[in-house]
């Protein structure tokens, strides 16, 4: 009998390379015409400023010693960073940082990220053929990152707009950009994921891309296999500084409309809701009844806001925008914030385990730090869910702006509430979608759910609000 014979992956791996070749080569995209065409359209952005202090140096994340001028660390910086990385130790000398650019009118337009200009007294453009220009900042819009250059000059060439609605995951796309101060570097790969939502926006659908982006990439064009701009490289994910395969770039459908209003008014302005949005879990989707976890739970509402003046209430889960299925709350922010103010938007709300319609007319999205949310003892020994909850005092309700309603969470003993998230100081609003107006009424719907089922619980912590799932459990 003929002997078993193993073959190491990585021969198995060589051999099949070698063996579809020819089909594999045939199917992979070609760049160089691409980048031939459109690599003059992208430019090197370098700004000026004043710096603030001494201590570390930082070039667009990296933090550097500030070392000594004749350290020989100093030497590989220089070659890795250029001089322009490396920031100047007098508090009186100008520095240099570098990010990345294109051109979106033959006139002069460009856009880049608002970080890389944030702040500058002085910005300078650098072309492929090592002109520069002077650029005038028409305006900036830091929500979506965006800022609208202008350069005195004509015949410039600037890119093909196209749109990031069509782009596909798994599709082939492009950056070029000058990372780490290397001018005109191309870099490819795919689209790994659409709308993505970032802790620091949730009103831009950010493209997710394997793009190899870095520190000087920032503000470049993101192609797709037509040679239209797609999207506008804006950050990446990184434990290091960094590329780690994690990047982001802001959608050139939303970029091209922070264009159009800068131009005409010189500002932004965004649809709001006025609401605070949360997940829906398996859990909570079960105590609403649905059949699968989908839309955007409201946790809360804003003073004076449309969706008040609409009745939209705490504890609606919002499933459809304007026609558009909310599949996740993620969704609902881009929506919202691209519909025109003062238009009326049509919702579709889960309530009471039935589809409501309402009408609301879209407000325009306040300055950060300008929201202010509404804020719509007696004791007990701990209950089947492990809560000991009493009456809030006066003093209480004045710190919370809560007029009337909710009781406190005093202590919290191991259990279900304690499982789903609940801590001690948590002021319960709601429970199983019913107000809680104190201590004895949170006793009495507790007692009327049938063990075994999860119902949904609003508490306020802090000047927030969240829904968290209790299974109550069996007796």
């Excluded at 992979?28 to 570390?56: A, C, D, M, Q, W």
Aim: aromatic fraction near 6%; charge should be negative; hydrophobic fraction near 40%.
């Amino acid at each position: 009998m003929k002997k078993n014979t193993l073959i190491p992956a990585a021969i198995c791996l060589v051999y099949g390379l070698f063996a579809v070749s020819p089909g594999v080569a045939a199917t992979l995209p070609e760049f160089s015409e691409l980048v031939e065409t459109y690599g003059p359209s992208v430019v090197n952005i370098g700004t000026k400023h004043k710096k603030s202090r001494r201590g570390t140096r930082k070039f667009h994340g990296f933090s550097i010693p500030d070392l000594p001028g004749d350290n020989p660390l100093q030497e590989l910086f220089r070659h890795f960073f250029g001089e322009e990385g490396l920031l100047p130790r007098d508090e009186d000398e100008q520095s240099r940082s570098l990010g990345s650019g294109f051109f979106i009118s033959s006139d002069g337009y460009l856009l880049t990220n608002f970080h890389v200009v944030e702040g500058a007294d002085e910005i300078i453009v650098r072309t492929s053929d090592r002109r520069e220009f002077l650029a005038k900042l028409v305006g900036t819009d830091k929500r979506s990152d965006i800022a609208l250059l202008k350069v005195e000059a004509q015949d410039l060439p600037p890119v093909e707009i196209g749109t990031a609605k069509d782009l596909r995951v798994g599709e082939w796309v492009l950056a070029i950009g000058s990372p780490f101060g290397f001018d005109h570097s191309a870099t490819a790969g795919i689209v790994s994921a659409k709308g993505r939502s970032l802790p620091s926006e949730n009103y831009i659908p950010f493209i997710q891309t394997d793009v190899a982006i870095n520190p000087g990439n920032s503000g470049g064009p993101l192609f797709d296999l037509n040679g239209k701009v797609v999207g506008v490289n804006s950050q990446i994910y990184s434990r290091t500084g960094g590329f780690m395969g994690l990047s982001f770039a802001i959608p050139i459908d939303v970029a091209m409309n922070v264009v159009e209003q800068l131009k005409a008014t010189g500002r932004v302005s965004r649809g709001w809701l006025g609401v605070r949005i949360q997940a829906v879990t398996q859990e909570l989707a079960e105590t609403f009844g649905m059949d699968q976890p989908r839309g955007a739970l409201v946790a809360q509402l804003f003073s004076d806001s449309p969706a008040e003046k609409a009745d939209l209430r705490v504890g609606d889960v919002i499933v459809r925008f304007n026609g558009k299925a909310v599949p996740t709350h993620n969704a609902l922010p881009p929506l919202v914030g691209a519909t025109r103010v003062d238009e009326p938007a049509r919702l579709e709300v889960l309530r009471g385990g039935r589809i409501q319609e309402l009408t609301v007319v879209i407000g325009e999205l306040p300055d950060e730090g300008e929201l202010v949310a509404d804020a719509k003892s007696q004791s007990t020994s701990a209950n089947s869910i492990g809560l000991v909850v009493g009456d809030l005092n006066a003093e209480q309700r004045d710190q919370l702006g809560l007029p009337q309603g909710g009781v406190i969470v005093q202590e919290i003993k191991p259990g279900a509430a304690e499982r789903a998230g609940i801590g001690p100081g948590d002021v319960i609003l709601r429970f199983d979608n019913q107000p809680v107006e104190s201590a004895a009424r949170f006793r009495e719907l507790l007692e009327e759910v049938e063990p075994g089922r999860s119902v949904a619980v609003l508490i306020q912590r802090g000047d927030g609000r969240l829904f968290y799932a209790v299974r109550i459990p069996q007796e």
